[in-house]
């Protein structure tokens, strides 16, 4: 396995891919050829993608992908599906990924709608993990680049802030502790406890993580609380919205990019993130240029 951070600066990640006629534009007009392949019958939103995998010599190797949606709940992006393909093949590390939306290139100006264009949270993570430090993000319609950090940036947080809590905001973190302590995750071993603060509302929303079988089919807390909260009070509700969101982990960790995805579709902006031993922040700091169809 192939060492992190084995490219050592951007300029070498646009001189390998040049040596292999893989520059920016010929990169974007893949991704785009591709996007005409994609299955989705619900989002009427195709997209295309290519990533670029190096091998132990650092040479170039293009694996592509689209989106498909066989249900809205097991639908899968471009880019997700593009490093899939070339993790598939035995390729551990990339280098660059290229997407292209051609839709929203038809009918919106990308200077003013960047969202649109931008991997979703859960992309974001993939590529956080799997692209390498000084890797490229290359967005069709876009001149500049983007880097995994930019796009999941992960700031360093003041866990002074912590002790600035509310009494209602320590109250609704007991619940998130509470809720971690009760996980059930003998496969993955991976667990954590979430809670909302709900203005205007007594109603305690809380959930935690169960592990399936197979694995893929696990609960996401994230989507269990909210889809309580939904359910009493309707999403987005103006008379009842999310104050804040709790997130206790039983280590320092950052909620990942598919969680913030769902928290950045249905709440405002600057609601308020809680990570227990870490910090507060914002839903739009964790996931700058959120992506939204």
């Known amino acids: 396995m192939m060492p992190d951070g084995i490219i050592n600066s951007y300029k070498e990640v646009e001189e390998l891919l040049n040596s292999s006629n893989l520059s920016f534009e010929n990169l974007k007009y893949l991704a785009k050829e591709v ?4 299955w989705s019958p619900y989002s009427h939103f195709p997209v295309g993608a290519v990533a670029v995998g190096i091998d132990q010599s650092k040479k170039p190797k293009v694996f592509s992908g689209t989106n ?24 551990k590390k990339f280098i660059a990924v290229a997407v292209s939306c051609p839709k929203a290139l038809e009918n919106s100006s990308p200077e003013n709608e960047i969202n649109k264009f931008m ?30 950090k930019d796009l999941l940036p ?24 509470g809720a971690l302590n009760n996980a059930h995750v003998p496969h993955s071993k ?7 603060l709900v203005e205007n509302s007594k109603d305690k929303f809380y959930a935690t993580t169960i592990d399936s079988d197979s694995f893929g089919c696990s609960v996401e807390p994230v989507k269990s609380v909210f ?7 309707g999403i987005r509700n103006p008379s009842n919205k999310i104050k804040a969101i709790v997130f206790t982990y039983p280590f320092v960790k950052y909620p990942t990019g598919d969680v913030l995805q ?14 227990d031993n870490m910090g507060t922040i914002t839903i739009e700091e964790l996931l700058p240029w959120a992506f939204k169809l």
């Open 227 to 233: 889809g309580a909260y939904g359910a009493k009070h």
């Open 262 to 275: 769902l928290i950045s579709d249905h709440c405002d902006p600057k609601t308020k993130i809680i990570i």
């Open 35 to 38: 996007s005409a392949n994609s």
């Open 154 to 177: 992960q700031p360093l947080l003041d866990q002074n802030k912590l002790k600035t809590l509310t009494i209602e905001e320590m109250d609704t973190l007991d619940l998130a502790r």
């Open 190 to 196: 991976e667990k954590y406890g979430v809670s909302l």
């Open 119 to 148: 991997p979703c949270g859960a992309c974001r993570e993939v590529i956080l993990q799997k692209i390498d430090r000084k890797g490229l993000i290359i967005i069709d319609g876009f001149d500049r680049t983007f880097t995994p």
């Open 68 to 91: 498909c949606e066989p249900t809205v709940f097991s639908a899968i992006c471009a880019e997700r599906n593009a490093i899939f393909n070339g993790i598939s093949a035995g390729y």
